[in-house]
Each structure stands twice: as C-alpha cells, then as structure tokens.
C-alpha cells in the first residue's frame, strides 16, 4: 500500500482513542486540521508513542488558573 501524507494547516486536535472491550481494543490516532479528518488505526504502543513525541514539540497551554 503507497504511503499518503495529508498537510492539515494548523491542526486543531490530536485526539487518540480506543473502541471495544480490553485485549480487543481497536487504537486510533486522529488529526484535525484545515477541514480534514485523518485517522489512522495503530497499536496501543504507537498510539503512546505518538502522544509522548507530540508532548515534546507542541508547547502546553497556559493555565486557567492563574
């Protein structure tokens, strides 16, 4: 299967979520972006990895609480 790349402007969200009961989970990973929706099925450790690495380039926002 060819490989596809999708240029989503400034993405909105990076959700990642999971369907069906645990040992049967389906993981998902989702971009929102520019009026597109891209969601890509992948394992429970690519789903964490892809988190982990997002957390280290996107800066967090600022807190309501100050």
Aim: charged letters at 15%; proline letters at 9%.
């Amino acid at each position: 299967m060819p490989s596809q790349s999708f240029d989503l402007g400034d993405v909105a969200m990076f959700p990642v979520g999971a369907i069906g009961e645990p040992g049967q989970r389906l993981f998902y990973f989702q971009a929102f972006g520019a009026g597109t929706e891209v969601c890509i099925k992948c394992e429970k450790v690519q789903a964490l990895t892809l988190a982990t690495q997002l957390m280290t380039v996107i800066p967090p926002l600022p807190s309501d609480a100050e």
